[in-house]
């Protein structure tokens, strides 16, 4: 073997730790959402959705950066049409969670709105009595 194929496997070797490392983050960003909001849910807390979908939007970038750096070992053009199938699943579904992020964040907001509202209309109603 010749420098080129050593330093060819070294690289190879780098991005297959880089690529596994990056999984695990995804899978421990993900196992620590789901703890959160296991424990949420018994402490009936309010946030719930928001917290897990940001837990499981982030965990899912992890894995995405994953998956691009298999493109730069990927040798042949069927393993780099699997690897763009798998990233465009995974970056259209970080999509339609970041639109539910956006979307609980609003209620969320307009619930709090609401809240205080109410709170305010309460108070004034005591002040009048």
Do not use: P
């Amino acid at each position: 073997m010749d420098v080129y194929g050593y330093i060819e496997s070294g690289f190879d070797c780098i991005v297959r730790y880089c690529i596994l490392a990056l999984e695990m983050v995804g899978v421990f960003v993900l196992m620590g959402s789901v703890l959160r909001a296991i424990i949420a849910i018994f402490r009936k807390k309010e946030n719930l959705r928001l917290q897990l979908a940001e837990g499981i939007a982030l965990s899912l970038e992890f894995k995405i950066g994953g998956e691009l750096l298999r493109t730069v070992i990927a040798r042949e053009w069927k393993e780099l049409w699997v690897v763009g199938i798998i990233i465009l699943f995974r970056a259209a579904l970080t999509l339609l969670i970041q639109w539910e992020i956006r979307i609980e964040r609003r209620n969320d907001a307009e619930r709090q709105a609401k809240n205080e509202k109410l709170g305010e209309s309460e108070k004034n109603t005591e002040e009048s009595h």
